[in-house]
């Protein structure tokens, strides 16, 4: 069987790294000795990192970043335009003449099946331009016929202009076997615009597809904490008020350093109030397990940080800057998360006060990931 992963891993940034992980290893350890001689293709961001980041676990998949970092030239167009140049890229034949693109197209005719997998790198306001995604496998769906499944993929926010025609979505997501969004917000957006009947599925992040691996050490009391560059929530006087204050009770004070090369600054700030801050890299993280224990205290603004700590009992609370990431984090309060909410502009709650440790049933959420990994390679339970 031949299989074409596409996803929006390899910059590297952790949850997507995540996201691309857990897929190797299901295919290598639960699909991989049920079907006959798979060959795995992953096409993302960048072929070298990825390579780097997993040749040496998993030496016959082929990485490469052709198919995902293409796109149409008007970059700025509207989500819609963008879906319409990959529904008619191969129209006229004029596609041949985008090498290498056109070469990695063609190699999708020995695909048996092209999984496009999450996360959220899909949506009207920050991403639009990865919509021509779902519109070329659409038309490589028409094209070679090869199968189509998505997993995963968080859609929000999902906005047009009124009047818009969605018929064209509607025809993309028939082309797929199965469309599974992470969060209720995709679903019933994509239920509002009557898309999706068929193949529409309300699931999982891809990240609950992996056991939860929590690193082994010595009890110990952690404050964790994970930013964006953008908006960077540490440096606002209260929060920093709050840590100048709190993090003395704490054993430890983690960094999750998930996007390395945007990150760089905040941990630079961070270790003038703490030169002892423990730095845990994407390597770390992935392979080693999260370092958390339950009942340690976390100050988030990022998404997989949230959903992997709260699956190991953490509480604390998280930033949602805007629609978009707040969409993100309730789908992990949804799960069990008992991380609360902090208002940009506020001073966190003392730890311990109304944050409680997460309780996240993580065997029932694994269960039903891996229904819907079964159900995308046809593997009987």
Not at 92 to 119: C, I, K
Not at 142 to 153: C, D, I, M, N, S
Not at 164 to 179: H, I, K, P, S
Request: glycine letters at 8%; one cysteine or more.
């Amino acid at each position: 069987m031949n299989v074409t992963l596409i996803g929006g891993s390899g910059a590297p940034n952790y949850g997507d790294e995540l996201i691309a992980l857990a897929w190797l290893e299901f295919l290598r350890d639960v699909a991989g000795p049920r079907l006959e001689s798979l060959q795995v293709t992953m096409d993302n961001n960048s072929a070298k990192r990825s390579a780097e980041q997993f040749q040496e676990r998993f030496g016959g998949v082929q990485f490469q970043a052709v198919i995902k970092p293409h796109r149409m030239p008007d970059k700025d167009a509207p989500l819609l335009a963008h879906l319409q140049y990959g529904l008619s890229f191969y129209d006229g034949g004029h596609w041949r003449h985008h090498q290498p693109l056109a070469s990695a197209l063609e190699a999708l005719q020995d695909s048996d099946l092209v999984h496009l997998y999450g996360g959220g790198y899909i949506n009207t306001r920050f991403s639009p331009h990865n919509a021509m995604l779902l519109g070329l496998m659409a038309a490589t769906q028409r094209q070679f016929g090869v199968r189509l499944a998505g997993t995963g993929l968080g859609l929000t926010p999902l906005d047009f202009e009124a009047g818009a025609d969605t018929r064209l979505l509607a025809q993309t997501l028939d082309a797929f076997d199965v469309f599974e969004v992470r969060d209720r917000h995709s679903a019933q957006r994509l239920r509002e615009l009557g898309v999706g009947d068929r193949t529409l599925v309300l699931g999982l992040d891809d990240a609950y597809l992996r056991p939860l691996r929590v690193q082994p050490g010595p009890p110990a009391r952690r404050l964790h904490l994970s930013a964006y560059r953008a908006g960077n929530i540490f440096e606002q006087p209260a929060v920093r008020a709050w840590l100048t204050r709190e993090a003395p009770g704490f054993d430890e004070v983690c960094y999750w350093l998930c996007c390395p090369y945007l990150e760089r600054d905040i941990v630079a700030d961070l270790q003038t109030l703490w030169p002892a801050l423990r730095v845990v890299g994407v390597q770390e993280l992935l392979f080693e397990g999260v370092p958390v224990q339950r009942g340690d205290h976390m100050l988030t603004m990022r998404y997989h940080p949230h959903l992997m700590a709260a699956r190991a009992g953490v509480g604390g609370q998280y930033v949602a800057q805007n629609l978009y990431y707040r969409h993100k984090h309730e789908s992990v309060v949804i799960a069990g998360s008992r991380l609360t909410a902090l208002d940009v502009q506020g001073e966190p709650l003392p730890p311990g006060a109304r944050n409680l440790p997460s309780q996240v049933d993580d065997e029932r959420w694994q269960a039903r990931k891996l229904a819907v990994a079964r159900r995308v390679y046809r593997l009987a339970p």
